[in-house]
């Protein structure tokens, strides 16, 4: 089992920055990739980045691509979603997600059911 805590949402104004981070315990050892999802009142849940443990290769929802960054620390069991020129349209609860499984193929980095652990998420609002 994998435990995940997300933090570092909260309220900015357009054009701000924010920093989320998702802390992973148990068994961590196993995991192969993280990634962020997001989900909008009414919405689905939808793809934001993902990251390979192992080799690092990164993967980015096309819409966000140059204003979010996810990068990860081994030491710290921990993946981090940078979140730069916030817009309104990206108010959302931010969740992690994390899987032992083997990705072969990089499409499967953008489907939430390839994810086996997920945290409770963490609520982004950003204001006009």
């Known amino acids: 089992q994998v435990q995940l805590v997300e933090s570092g949402g909260g309220l900015v104004q357009a054009g701000g920055s924010l920093r989320l981070s998702c802390a992973a315990s148990?068994?961590?050892?196993?995991?192969?990739?993280s990634g962020w999802f997001r989900q909008a009142p009414g919405k689905e849940r939808e793809f934001v980045a993902a990251?390979?443990?192992?080799?690092?290769?990164?993967y980015y929802a096309d819409s966000l691509k140059g204003r979010f960054t996810i990068s990860s620390d081994a030491i710290k069991n921990t993946v981090y979603l940078q979140m730069n020129s916030l817009k309104p349209e990206d108010t959302a609860v931010y969740y992690c997600?994390?899987?032992?499984?083997?990705?072969?193929?990089?499409?499967?980095?953008?489907?939430?059911?390839?994810?086996?652990?997920w945290g409770q998420g963490t609520q982004v609002t950003v204001s006009y």
């Open positions: 990251i390979n443990w192992s080799s690092g290769s990164t």
């Open positions: 997600a994390t899987t032992a499984r083997n990705l072969y193929y990089s499409g499967l980095y953008y489907y939430r059911s390839s994810y086996d652990y």
């Open positions: 148990g068994r961590t050892f196993s995991n192969y990739a």
